[in-house]
T-cell receptor, first 114, second 112 residues
Framework: SQQGEEDPQALSIQEGENATMNCSYKTSINNLQWYRQNSGRGLVHLILIRSNEREKHSGRLRVTLDTSKKSSSLLITASRAADTASYFC??????????????FGQGTILTVHP | KAGVTQTPRYLIKTRGQQVTLSCSPI?????VSWYQQTPGQGLQFLFEYFSETQRNKGNFPGRFSGRQFSNSRSEMNVSTLELGDSALYLC???????????FGAGSRLTVL
């Protein structure tokens, strides 16, 4: 079952603009991650934020986590055409080791126009 | 180092047939997970193997099975294929099975 719900489902912006996508989840978590997928290929890990963290940065990426609202956001600053992809949040459920099981959101399709 | 390798990349089968997909994890990674991705259901966890043992399983029928070999390479098999099995099957590896997964490029299965 899909735990995460993401919005918007699709986002279209111009190069240089910022892109923000949001993710909500239902159960307690150990970590929340964001992955990127280019056109039906494999997923690439972008960033991981632990349940006891509120914000994390990596290059042009900023992730926030609000465990009280069970939500996270991914901000991509100064977007580039190469950022065009689908973005997924993924959670591993709290209470123990997930053993390779991540629960993914439905994803946000980001299109960055040059 | 080499990434996660999945073979074949594309395949076409007909209903009722069976298919075997292969995954070679990153060297040193002992955990291999499998996911199914479809437009309707999104990304869904199939199962995870570590040291040749299945440690976790998703909610899929028994037609979906897998195994892992002593060199950590893994295969998944789908028997009696149905049209709804058409999907991108993704394999991912990690050192122990938690946290960050490294995905392969996927095997795209079309069932006619």
């Amino acid at each position: 079952s899909q735990q995460g719900e993401e919005d918007p489902q699709a986002l279209s912006i111009q190069e240089g603009e910022n892109a923000t996508m949001n993710c909500s989840y239902k159960t307690s978590i150990n970590n929340l991650q964001w992955y990127r997928q280019n056109s039906g290929r494999g997923l690439v890990h972008l960033i991981l934020i632990r349940s006891n963290e509120r914000e994390k940065h990596s290059g042009r990426l900023r992730v926030t986590l609000d465990t009280s609202k069970k939500s996270s956001s991914l901000l991509i600053t100064a977007s580039r055409a190469a950022d065009t992809a689908s973005y997924f949040c993924a959670t591993d459920e709290g209470g123990g080791t997930s053993y390779g099981k991540l629960t993914f959101g439905q994803g946000t399709i980001l299109t960055v126009h040059p | 180092k080499a990434g996660v390798t999945q073979t074949p990349r594309y395949l076409i089968k007909t209903r009722g047939q069976q298919v075997t997909l292969s995954c070679s994890p990153i060297s040193g990674h002992r955990s291999v997970s499998w996911y199914q991705q479809t437009p309707g259901q999104g990304l869904q966890f199939l199962f995870e193997y570590f040291s040749e043992t299945q440690r976790n399983k998703g909610n899929f029928p028994g037609r979906f099975s897998g195994r892992q070999f002593s060199n950590s390479r893994s295969e998944m098999n789908v028997s009696t294929l149905e049209l709804g099995d058409s999907a991108l099957y993704l394999c991912a590896s990690s050192f122990f099975g938690a946290n960050v997964l490294t995905f392969g490029a996927g095997s795209r299965l079309t069932v006619l």
